[in-house]
């Protein structure tokens, strides 16, 4: 049972004076230090919480308007740039970065009243999915200390399913919302890609990355996402918001709604546990009125491969802008231009980094480009044609979020290919553009199972109201 209320019941607390936004902040702040043996949080933003708080409780005295998520404490993933602490993308390149102004998301979510009070830990610029990859240090899966909680915004989920804070805000480029969220238990959202603007969070593969909510319940993410999404002036790929907005009333039936079972994630090569589960949600779906019929995306095996070539491009690309001279850090030792640049680079970035900017320049290089990047867009345009076809015939598509449970700390670490195989069930809807949630899956002792609903692009809505419905379903 968390110790906190729904966030629409918390804001309305403070709203009406029954709870002050101090304490609320207090709460948090206690909470993540009592459970800091979790490394789920790199630093807090005490401070300023603590100041924003206090104004808050000012306004409302005041008879002022605090907003609709007034007092709301909630963590941001480190790639987010907030004022009061640094923002480090998890990496020793950018420790001792202030940034000089805030993402958009943060400034919509503080608009109405929410309190950010801290940092989370991820893979170091979100490469990859278990968190191990942070220049800081592993957060461990909080329902089994020996566990990843997935990645890569692990340390995000881990804060959530902790109680440090009633959400938290994550970036899925590849899947990195939706598998920490099936790995620890918690409902992870990736809108369709440009709904939330991206100005202001540091960019893994810009043709992928989606900024969303990690939360206890669909409810609290539909919330969220209302006030994150729409247009901004300073991303060119923002979108309109639907006219109706994302926050829910009653959920909607799953009677008589046409879910299609993606025949490619109900392989071999998924685990029997995770396979149980996903079959015991699909029953209760039958059950509730809900037409299964089963669906198959024949491109959908190559979207991993398609995956690690565009991605690792994207990021090579992005990453040349940390050079050691304009911030981060920076060999104070050199002796020219050009050893800076090489010993900033080779010392302030991890491995992970070094390998995929080593892949992503090798795939855009000249004689290479067509081979692997030219060919990996082709075959992505395909796959977006097969979601297409397959929602002409249903409502939804279904599936796992992952092929495991949350596997154990060091079990891949040695393997990246093994574990590049963690993100095979998630990366198509990023490729394709599409919104996809994570809801909890019933389970019998083990690890939590992560169940992956996909709709169209710009469906967000229905999306959530079909996610709320399941959510009710599953409990």
């Not at 083990?446 to 692009?457: C, F």
Request: net charge negative; proline share 4%; aromatic share 8%.
């Amino acid at each position: 049972m968390s110790q906190w209320k729904s966030i629409k019941e918390i804001s309305n607390d403070v709203n009406s004076k029954r709870v002050k936004a101090v304490d609320l902040v207090e709460l948090a702040l206690k909470t993540i230090e009592d459970k800091k043996e979790f490394n789920a949080i790199i630093a807090t933003t005490a401070d300023r919480a603590r100041e924003r708080a206090l104004d808050i409780d000012t306004k409302i005295q005041n008879g002022e308007d605090a907003g609709r998520l007034a007092g709301v404490p909630f963590i941001a993933k480190d790639n987010f740039l907030v004022f009061g602490a640094e923002t480090t993308a998890a990496s020793n390149i950018l420790k001792g970065f202030n940034a000089p102004y805030q993402s958009s998301a943060i400034e919509r979510l503080e608009a109405e009243g929410a309190i950010c009070v801290a940092k989370a830990n991820l893979d170091a610029f979100a490469h990859g999915p278990s968190t191990e990859n942070s220049d800081y240090f592993t957060t461990l899966n909080p329902l089994d200390k020996e566990r990843v909680p997935g990645g890569s915004s692990g340390g995000s989920t881990a804060a959530v399913v902790l109680d440090m804070a009633p959400f938290a805000l994550g970036t899925d480029t590849g899947g990195s919302i939706r598998l920490p969220a099936a790995f620890c238990g918690a409902v992870g959202y990736k809108p369709t890609y440009g709904l939330v603007s991206r100005s202001g969070v540091v960019a893994m593969a810009s043709s992928t990355d989606v900024i969303g909510p990690l939360t206890r319940s669909v409810d609290d993410a539909s919330l969220v996402l209302d006030v994150m999404s729409g247009r901004d002036t300073l991303d060119s790929t923002t979108i309109d918001k639907n006219p109706d907005g994302y926050e829910l009333g009653n959920a909607a039936s799953a009677k008589g709604a046409k879910i299609g079972v993606i025949k490619e994630y109900m392989s071999d090569g998924l685990d029997s546990e995770v396979k149980k589960s996903i079959e015991a949600s699909i029953d209760k779906l039958k059950s509730a009125g809900a037409e299964i019929v089963e669906v198959s995306l024949p491109s959908l095996p190559l979207a991993l491969a398609v995956y690690y070539i565009i991605c690792p491009a994207e990021v090579s690309s992005n990453l040349s802008r940390y050079d050691g001279q304009r911030y981060g850090y920076s060999y104070k030792e050199a002796s020219n231009l050009d050893d800076s640049f090489k010993k900033s680079r080779s010392r302030g970035f991890g491995k992970e980094a070094k390998r995929r900017i080593m892949i992503g320049t090798y795939v855009l290089s000249s004689g290479y480009y067509d081979a692997y990047y030219k060919r990996a867009q082709v075959v992505r345009t395909k796959l977006i044609n097969e979601f297409a076809d397959a929602f002409k015939s249903v409502d939804f598509l279904l599936g796992p979020t992952a092929p495991t449970t949350a596997f154990k700390i060091g079990e891949n670490i040695a393997d990246p290919l093994k574990m590049y195989l963690t993100d095979i069930m998630t990366v198509a809807v990023n490729l394709s553009g599409l919104p996809a949630v994570s809801l909890p899956s019933p389970v019998t002792g083990g690890m939590p199972v992560g169940l992956q609903i996909i709709a169209p692009q710009n469906n967000d809505r229905q999306l959530l109201e079909i996610a709320k419905s399941i959510e009710g379903l599953l409990k």
